[in-house]
C-alpha cells in the first residue's frame, strides 16, 4: 500500500480508501467485516462511510452501516482514518435530512454514537442543500470541528462553483476550511477535469472520488445484452439500481470498454487494476474509494496501488475516453 498527504493538511493517508455503501444490505454483517479486516491486512488506512448508507436503503435502514462499522473499530479505533457524511435522508421527520445547523448537529452525534467513537477524522457533506443558506451550513460544521467532533470537514457531490464559493465565505467569516472533496470520478465519468479538479489544485483540496471502477463496469464482467441478476445493476441494491444503469448501462459504455480491455491485456494488468490505477495517477487525487461486497473482491483491487502507469499506457487511455469530459453532450 502506498500512503500520501491528504491534499494540503499534514495529515496522512492510504492511497486507497474503503467504501462501505453496500455494508448492511448488499453485504451483510459477517461478509462485512471480512472485508475491512482484508482492507486492513492490506495497508488500508482510510475508510469511507456515510450516514444514510447502506446504498439503496431507505430511511429505516439508514445508519446500518455506520453500525456494523463500529462493532468492528472497537478496540483499534486508533489505527483508522475515519469519514462519514451527512445529507441523505435518515429519519421520518421532514428536518431529518439536508444541511442546516439542527440537522448537521443531530446528525453528526447519532453517527458518533453508531460508530462508537468520539470523533470522527473527517465529516462530509454528502450533497449540497441548496435550502439552506451557505453560511447557516459553514457555521454548523465549524461548531462541529471546533467542539473535537471532527478533525476535518469535506463535501461531496458539489459543482465547482459551489465549492468555490463555500471555500470563500468561509474564509471570510474564518470559519473552518473544507479541506476535502469526493466526487464521481473514472474513465467513463471525466467531467469533473474541466473545472472541479483544477480548483482543487488550486486551493490544495484532497480529492478521493468514489466510483473508480463505474460501479464495477470496469472490471469488464458485464454484457449489454445480459443484465445481471445480483450487484449494483439490480434490484438487490433498491433503486440504487436503476441510477446505475443510468449511469453507465448504455452501448457506448461497453463498446469503450471492450477497447480498453485491449490496453489492460497489453499492460499485464486487469482492468479494474488499470482503471484504479488511471484515477490515482492523477497528480490531484489523494485516495481512490474502492469497495467490495465480498472480500476476495479486494484481491484484485488493492494491487491497483502499486502500479505506475507509463506515460504512454495513460495517454492511450486519456485519449480513449477524452469523450466522457463532456457528458451527455456527444452521446
Not at 245 to 264: C, D
Amino acid at each position: 500500500m502506498q500512503y500520501g498527504k491528504f491534499g494540503r493538511t499534514g495529515l496522512t493517508v492510504s492511497r486507497i480508501c474503503l467504501g462501505t455503501m453496500t455494508f448492511g444490505l448488499q453485504t451483510e454483517e459477517a461478509e462485512s467485516h471480512a472485508i475491512l479486516d482484508k482492507a486492513a491486512e492490506g495497508g488500508v488506512t482510510l475508510i469511507d462511510t456515510a450516514d444514510a448508507y447502506p446504498l439503496g436503503g431507505n430511511e429505516q435502514l439508514a445508519g446500518t452501516t455506520e453500525e456494523i462499522i463500529g462493532r468492528w473499530l472497537k478496540g483499534k479505533r486508533q489505527n483508522f482514518i475515519i469519514a462519514t457524511k451527512a445529507f441523505g435522508k435518515v429519519g421520518t421527520n421532514v428536518w431529518d435530512q439536508g444541511s442546516s445547523r439542527k440537522h448537521l448537529l443531530d446528525a453528526i452525534d447519532a453517527s458518533l454514537k453508531r460508530l462508537g467513537t468520539d470523533y470522527v477524522d473527517v465529516y462530509q457533506l454528502h450533497g449540497d442543500d441548496r435550502e439552506t443558506p451557505l453560511e447557516e451550513t459553514l457555521e454548523a460544521m465549524d461548531v462541529i470541528v471546533k467542539s473535537g467532533r471532527a478533525r476535518y470537514i469535506g463535501v461531496s457531490n458539489f459543482l465547482a462553483y459551489r465549492l468555490a464559493r463555500a471555500l470563500g465565505r468561509a474564509d471570510v467569516l474564518r470559519l473552518s476550511r473544507f479541506v476535502s472533496v469526493q466526487p464521481r470520478y473514472n474513465l467513463l465519468f471525466r467531467q469533473i477535469e474541466r473545472e472541479l479538479l483544477p480548483l482543487c489544485a488550486e486551493e490544495g483540496l484532497a480529492v478521493i472520488p468514489y466510483n473508480p471502477m463505474a460501479g464495477g463496469m470496469l472490471t469488464g464482467k458485464y454484457q449489454h445484452d445480459k443484465k445481471p441478476n445480483e450487484g449494483r445493476f439490480t434490484g438487490q441494491v433498491g433503486n440504487a439500481g436503476a441510477m446505475y444503469s443510468e449511469r453507465y448501462w448504455h452501448e457506448r459504455e461497453f463498446n469503450t470498454i471492450e477497447a480498453l480491455k485491449g490496453i489492460a491485456a497489453d499492460t499485464g494488468h486487469s482492468l479494474a487494476q488499470l482503471s484504479i490505477a488511471w484515477v490515482m495517477a492523477n497528480p490531484v487525487i489523494s485516495s481512490a474509494i474502492v469497495g467490495a461486497s465480498r472480500a476476495d473482491q479486494l484481491d484484485g483491487s488493492l494491487p491497483a496501488a502499486d502500479i505506475v502507469l507509463g506515460q504512454s499506457v495513460k495517454q492511450k487511455l486519456d485519449d480513449l475516453t477524452t469523450e466522457y469530459r463532456w457528458g451527455d453532450a456527444l452521446r
